[in-house]
C-alpha cells in the first residue's frame, strides 16, 4: 500500500460535527455528505470578522515535474499554527480526476500532513466537478440547439464559437473533433473539442463569485462566440444562466473535512493555474477567515504564476489582504535549477543548490513587490544534507529573510512549528500595504507588460498578429478594465520551458488573448498551453484497484 494511504488510514477521523464545533459551526448548519465531509452555507462569511483576521498565502519557486509540496506544506503549516496554540483553518483547491490517474496523484497532502478522508476528495468528492462540468455541458448544449434552430435569432456563426465542453480526465483524444456529423437531424456541422474541467470558465467563475447572484450574473456574461454579424454573443442572450445556476446550487457551498489532526479545512474549487488563475473559492476563503483567526491558503505552481493571480485577480476582485506568503523551496528543485539532471537530483550537491538560488531570489523580490513580507519554508526529504539546506538558509539570512525547515511529511504539526512562529513573526509585524501589479485603469498590453517585466524579469512583450488583432477586439468590447491571467509555462519564468534559473535577456510573446467575460478576466496565452492533458505511457491508473471488501488502493 503507499505509504500516503497507509499514514492516512492509520488516523481515526473524527465526526465531521465534532470539527464543525472547534470553529463554531452547529450541526443544523452542516450539509452532511456522510460521517467526514460536509457543505456549509454561505450565510457563515461575517466581513467584519474577516478583516481582522489573518490571511497566509502558501507559494513556491518554479517547480520541478513533481513539485514542490505546496499543499503538503500548507496542511502542515495549519497544523502547526494550532500546535502553537492559535486557532487556524485552512482552505483548498479540490483535486482533478486527470491528475489522480495521470501522472501528479492526488491533492491532498502528504505523509503526516493530509487532508482526510483522502479517498473520497481524491475521487468525486461532494460532487462539485461534476456540477461544473454539467453547467458548462449544458451551455454547450444550449449553443448547438440554437445553431441548430436559430430560434433566439442569435444568427450564431458556426466558425467562431468559442465555447467547448468538458470533462475531468486526461483524454488527448478529445482535445479537437467535429461536432453535428450524420446529416441535419444531428445539428450544424462545425469543429469543437474539450477541455479538462479544472480549465472551464465555469470553474474560475466558481472561484471568483462571491454569491449566489453574482455566479448567475457572471454566467450571463460569457462570451460563447460572434454572429455572423460580426456582433458578440453571451450565455444571457440563451437565457443560459438560471438554469446553469440551478446545477450549481450545491456546487457554490464550501465542503469542510480535517486533518490528520483534526483540524478544519475547507476545499472548494479547482481551477487550473495558467488558465483559470489557480485558487481555492473565494467563498471558502472568506468562509475559513470569518471563523478562524489564522487561514492558510495556497495557489498553483510557482509564484510568478499561481501567487500572481492570487494576489492581482483574487484578492483585488475579493478585497482580501494577505499578511504573509510562505515561497515553499526544496534542495530538488533549486538543485534542478543549478543545472542537475532529473534522475540525480538526490545527490549531495551544495554547488547545485547555490547555482539554483537565483530563482529562489527572483521570486523573494516578487513577492516583496507587492508589499509583502515572505518567509521560505524548505520542503525536506529525506535526502537532504545540513550543507545544502545550510546554503539556502545562509542565502536568505544575508537577505534579511527567514528560511525554515519544514519537516511536516515526516512529523506532521510537530514538524512545522518553527514555521509557524516565523509566519506568526510576519504577520505581527505586517502593515497591510499590499500594492498590485498593475492598475485596473491600465489598459490590456501595460497589464501585460507589467507582469512581463516585473514578475517574470522580462525585457519586453511581443504579439502575434492575430493577438493583435483580438487585441482590438477587447477594446471595442469595452472589456479593458478586466485584469490578465497570464497564461504560461510553470516550468520557466520565461515562456521557454527550457530556460531553468532565473533567465535573462529575453522576451515574452502573446500568440493569441482569450476573453473570459464571465469569470471577469482576459487571458494572454503565450506559449503552448495544453488544456486538456493526456495520460503518460504508464498512468497512475494502472496502480489503482479496488478490493473485494471495497477498500481502495494505489491512490497516491
Not at 473565494?282 to 478562524?292: D, E, P, Q, R, Y
Request: charged share 20%; net charge neutral.
Amino acid at each position: 500500500m503507499n505509504l500516503d494511504l497507509k499514514i492516512a488510514r492509520s488516523i481515526t477521523p473524527y465526526p465531521i460535527q465534532d470539527i464543525a464545533a472547534k470553529i463554531g459551526i452547529s450541526e443544523d448548519q452542516l450539509e452532511l455528505y456522510g460521517k467526514y465531509k460536509a457543505k456549509v452555507p454561505l450565510s457563515l462569511i461575517d466581513e467584519e470578522k474577516i478583516k481582522s483576521n489573518h490571511l497566509i498565502l502558501v507559494t513556491a519557486i518554479t517547480p520541478t515535474p513533481a513539485g514542490e509540496g505546496k499543499t503538503t506544506v500548507s496542511i502542515g503549516l495549519t497544523e502547526g499554527l494550532n500546535k502553537i496554540g492559535k486557532q487556524a483553518a485552512a482552505a483548498l483547491r479540490e483535486p482533478s480526476l486527470g491528475p489522480v490517474f495521470g501522472i501528479k496523484g492526488g491533492a491532498t497532502g502528504g505523509g503526516h500532513s493530509q487532508v482526510i478522508p483522502m479517498e473520497d476528495i481524491n475521487l468525486h468528492f461532494t460532487g462539485d466537478f461534476s456540477a461544473v462540468e454539467k453547467a458548462n455541458n449544458l451551455l454547450a448544449a444550449l449553443i448547438d440547439n440554437e445553431l441548430h434552430h436559430n430560434s433566439k435569432g442569435l444568427q450564431l456563426d458556426q466558425r467562431r464559437i468559442l465555447w467547448k465542453r468538458v470533462m475531468d480526465m486526461n483524454d488527448r483524444a478529445l482535445r479537437q473533433n467535429v461536432l453535428g456529423l450524420g446529416g441535419k437531424p444531428n445539428g450544424v456541422p462545425r469543429e469543437g473539442g474539450f477541455d479538462i474541467t479544472a480549465a472551464s470558465e465555469i470553474m474560475a467563475i466558481l472561484c471568483l463569485s462571491k454569491d449566489i447572484v453574482d455566479m448567475k450574473e457572471r454566467f450571463g456574461n460569457i462570451l460563447i462566440g460572434f454572429s455572423r454579424n460580426n456582433e458578440p454573443v453571451y450565455a444571457r442572450q440563451l437565457k443560459a444562466q438560471g438554469a446553469m445556476a440551478a446545477l450549481m446550487k450545491d456546487a457554490i457551498k464550501p465542503n469542510l473535512v480535517q486533518t490528520l489532526e483534526h483540524n478544519p479545512v475547507f476545499i472548494h474549487g479547482g481551477p487550473f493555474a495558467n488558465i483559470a488563475q489557480g485558487t481555492n473559492s473565494v467563498i471558502a476563503t472568506k468562509t475559513a477567515l470569518s471563523l478562524a483567526n489564522y487561514v492558510v491558503t495556497e495557489a498553483g505552481f510557482g509564484a510568478d504564476l499561481g501567487a500572481e493571480k492570487f494576489l492581482d485577480i483574487k484578492c483585488t476582485a475579493a478585497g482580501l489582504v494577505p499578511e504573509a506568503v510562505v515561497i515553499v523551496a526544496t534542495i530538488r528543485a533549486l538543485k534542478y535549477h543549478g543545472g542537475v539532471a532529473l534522475d540525480t537530483l538526490a545527490t549531495p550537491n551544495p554547488k547545485a543548490v547555490k547555482a539554483g538560488l537565483p530563482n529562489l531570489a527572483k521570486h523573494i523580490e516578487n513577492i516583496q513587490g507587492f508589499g509583502i513580507e515572505p518567509v521560505v519554508a524548505i520542503n525536506k526529504f529525506s535526502f537532504d544534507t545540513p550543507e545544502e539546506i545550510r546554503e539556502v538558509q545562509d542565502y536568505c539570512q544575508s537577505i534579511g529573510i527567514q528560511a525554515i525547515e519544514s519537516d511536516g511529511w515526516a512529523k506532521g504539526g510537530e514538524g512545522t512549528q518553527s514555521l509557524a512562529k516565523a509566519v506568526v513573526q510576519v504577520i505581527d509585524q505586517s502593515s497591510r500595504s499590499f500594492s498590485p501589479t498593475y492598475l485596473p485603469s491600465d489598459d490590456i498590453p501595460t497589464k501585460i507588460e507589467k507582469i512581463a517585466k516585473k514578475i517574470y524579469g522580462a525585457n519586453a512583450v511581443e504579439y502575434t498578429a492575430k493577438a493583435k488583432k483580438e487585441l482590438r477586439t477587447i477594446a471595442k468590447l469595452g472589456l479593458e478594465h478586466l485584469p490578465v491571467c497570464v497564461a504560461k509555462t510553470q516550468k520557466s519564468f520565461s515562456d521557454n520551458p527550457k530556460l531553468k534559473g532565473r533567465p535573462t535577456d529575453f522576451n515574452i510573446t502573446v500568440k493569441e488573448i482569450e476573453i473570459a467575460a464571465g469569470a471577469g478576466f482576459i487571458i494572454p496565452i503565450t506559449g503552448t498551453m495544453m488544456r486538456m492533458p493526456g495520460l503518460p505511457k504508464v498512468p497512475a491508473a494502472d496502480s489503482i484497484d479496488l478490493d473485494a471488501e471495497g477498500n481502495i488502493t494505489g491512490l497516491f
